[in-house]
Every structure is written in C-alpha cells, then in structure tokens.
C-alpha cells in the first residue's frame, strides 16, 4: 500500500478503499447508495435518491465560478461480481481486498471495482476538496450499469439542471470518448417441421478454431462468424451431396462473434467420402480467405454412432441455410465522422435448435438511430420471407457524434496542455449510459467520456494503474477549472 500512500491523489485512492468495503454488485446497491447520501449530508451537500437509487448530489461552484454552467460528472456505483476458482468471496457481504504490485493496484482473486468505482472517488475527492476549482456540480452516480443500464433508464432528467456531463467510465488513457452505439436485439424463431428420415448414416459437421471476440469492440477486426461460416458450407455442399439436417447449435452470447457451430446431419453411406472431402476442400478454402485473420478456422466431419429417426423437412432445412447466409452480418458501415469506427453492424451470435422451432439471435448496433433500425427492418423482411417470427427487445440508445461540443473542445485543450501531444478522439461502437442521457436530453447535452488505464474488467484478473489514475486525476481537475 505505500505507493498509493505516498500517490498524489491519495484521497481518491483513500475514498476507493473505503468505497470497496461496501458490497455493491450489480442489483445489491442500497447499501453503497445509502452510503453515498450519507457521504454527501455530513458535507451539507444537496441530495437526491430517487427510486431507482441513483445518487444526485450537487455542489455550488467554487470562487470565481459562481455562474458558471453546471458540470455533471458521472459513474455508476455497480460492479461487475467475478472471482476466481477456488476464491470463497462472498460478494453479498464481504470487502473487497487491495494489493499493490508496482504500478498497479488489483483485488485478491475478484473483480476490482474500479469499473467504476475509480469515477465515484474521483467525484467524492472533488466533492469533499476546498482547494480544486469547479463550477456548480451535480455528481450523478448510477445504479446496475452492469446488468442493463437500469438506473440511467429510470433517471428522471428533470432532477439534473446541467446540460455538459463528464462520463468517467472508459478504460483507456489518452482516449476522449465522443459517441456511443446503440443497440437492438432480434431474436427469429422459424417453426421446426420434421418428417421421417430416409437415409442411413448420422455424421457431425463442425466450424471450429475461430477466434470469436466481443461483437462491438471486435466487429472491426473481420473474424470469422462460425455461425455463419456453417451455413455457407451447408449450403455449397447440398448443390453436390443430398443430406438430411437433425439440428444446428452455435454461439454462446448474442453479442459475442461465435467461435464454433455444429450440425448433426443424416446421409447416406455412399455420400459420406464425397461429403468428408468437401469439408476439408472447404478448410483449406476458408483458411486462404481468412489468412491473418482466423486462420486456425477447421470444418471437421464426424462420423456418429445413433441415427435419428426424424429429421427436419426439406423446406425448413433450407430456410434455415437461407437465413444463416442472408443475415447480414459483420461490419455493414463504417463512420464518416471518426476514422476507423464502425458506425453499424449486425452479429448473428446464436442459432439453437430447440423441440419445435430453430430460433437465431443478433444484435444490432449503430451510432445513427435510423440506421440501426433500417437493419432490424431488414432482419424483419428476411424473416417474413422465410415464413418465421421476429421479436426485438427494447434495445439501448446511441450518442450519436456532435459537430459541435464545447467539452470536446476543453477536454482536448486540457489534454494538450497537461500531456504536450494531441488525445485520441473517437467513439466506442457499445453501449454508454451517455447514449441513455442523449436520448432523455433529447440531444441537449454535450458529453464526454474518459478514464484510467483499466486491464481485464469483469474478470478476477483486472487491475490498474495507479500513476494512470494520478494523471487522469489531473486533466478532469484541469478541465474543470477551465470550464469557467
């Protein structure tokens, strides 16, 4: 501990120990909210907790910045409740435990919490200091981020009087977040109608080796949707051997770039050597057109002891190959605005077969709203052409870029000023509660976002680093003071 100790923001290492004996995983935060209106009253500070126990705490502005604009700064007090194998944590009850390693500060085999735990001691520093120059500021601390994004969704913005919002919820230093995706999912259930095999043999075809990845922070990265691949293959190799289809699985999360699918198949004897050759035709097809990329990518025939009785229908084998390949999928635009940023994109991340129909899971994101919803429209019509039902869920809304943004501008400055070099600009193609506050605002709100190098979130392994946290520290005290 002597290196945060001797830190130049020991305060805000000092309120983040303190914050991390309160349990406050992601749906058990009364006890964290509670604690922050304590905080906020024994400063004589304004307080409001709403229903959805948020925490609005409000603070005039220090001499000189009287009447300036109201500043919101934001976190969320939730974190993400993971430990290792073997860890007896108990996250319903117990602290969390630091250990410093050089430069880094991390917990004893659980998640950290400082996502985003960091952005709520760097609001109770400010809060609590007489000596950092602000202007009037309303600290906004939300609740079960994690899980859903509830606590930005049940804000009622007529309780904030601020219109510019520091979001502290990013996890890379030097990055200056100015837009977010929205998303929509759509899950496509296509009735299963199955009818009497006729043929003799049950073989297992799989996608495997991909590398898969996270379908917002790795869409750009052009991995091979196993999902997908599977239906390609499917499809090519029916124009050559006659095969029946039993079932077809593959993904694990809807916003995760599947890594590898399998269909169970029935055929007869005689097709099986022509069959297994156009697998391994199509491995070493798919390795070239996936060279740099994925190319550990295997398709793997497999021979099977039972042969199913029933398998689907011609019709519904087909429309299920019909809607794996035509799902669009991947990066579908790239942002005109930021260089390098996917603005909209489509992840089919789950096919299941199931008792009686064969469902298809995707998730939508796009930092335009129209576009987001033009994609879930073409879903929509693929759907209604195969005959099957599509549901959306409610989705979470984008913060589209602003040409114009006086936070932009400040923060950048700042950055400048502190670092002598320029901040990398961008935007995130996920979902921020800023998109949440874009849209209750209506677009009336200038926002940012930024944060301290963070490493391996919502894992047992995550960490930070601690000079990050002091540097960062000092560009939002610099940006405040210049926001006069």
Known sequence: MEKIMKSTCKEVFDYFQELNQIPRGSGNEQAVSDWLVAFAKDLDLEVIQDEALNVIIR??????????????LQGHMDMVPEKAEGSDHDFECDPIDFIVEGDFVRANQTTLGADNGIAVAYALTILASKEIPHPPLEVLITTNEETGMDGALGLNPAHLQGRKLINI?????????????????????????????????????????????????????????????????????????????????????????PLSAVAQLVLAQADVAAFEALTKNWSQQLKEELHGIDEGVEVVLTQTEATPEQVMTQEVRDK????????????????????????????????????DQVTFQSTVRSSIRSLKFEVANRLE?????????????????????????????????????????????????????????????????????????????????????????????????TALAMLK
């Open 381 to 477: 019509q693929l759907a209604n052409l195969a005959g099957a039902k599509i549901d959306f869920d409610g989705g979470y809304p984008e913060w589209q870029y602003r040409q114009e943004s006086e936070l932009r501008e400040v923060f950048v400055a700042a950055y400048q000023k502190q670092y002598g070099q320029e901040p990398v600009v961008t935007a995130l193609h996920a979902g921020l509660e800023c998109g949440v506050f874009s849209e209750k605002f209506e677009g009336e709100i200038d926002q940012i976002s930024f944060g301290p190098n963070l490493f391996d979130v919502h894992t047992a392994q995550e960490k930070m680093e601690i000079s990050s946290v002091e540097r960062t520290f000092d560009l939002l005290k």
């Open 59 to 72: 603070k005039p502005g220090s001499a000189g910045y009287e009447e300036s604009d109201v500043v919101i």
């Open 320 to 355: 299920v190959l019909a809607i794996l390949n035509l799902t669009p999928t991947g990066v579908l635009m790239m942002s005109q605005d930021i260089e390098g940023l996917v603005q909209t994109s489509n992840n089919l991340g789950i096919v299941r077969t199931e008792e």
């Open 169 to 257: 919820d990013s996890e890379v230093e030097g990055e200056l977040l100015v837009s977010c995706a929205g998303g929509i999912g759509a899950v496509t259930s296509l009735t299963l109608d199955r009818t009497m095999s006729q043929a003799d043999t049950s073989v297992e075809i799989k996608v495997s080796g991909l590398k898969g990845g996270h379908s917002g922070m790795e869409i750009h990265k052009q991995r091979g949707n196993a999902v997908q691949i599977l239906g390609r293959v499917l499809s090519e190799i029916a124009k050559e051997v006659s095969f029946e289809m039993v079932s077809i699985e593959g993904g694990s999360k809807h916003n995760a770039i």
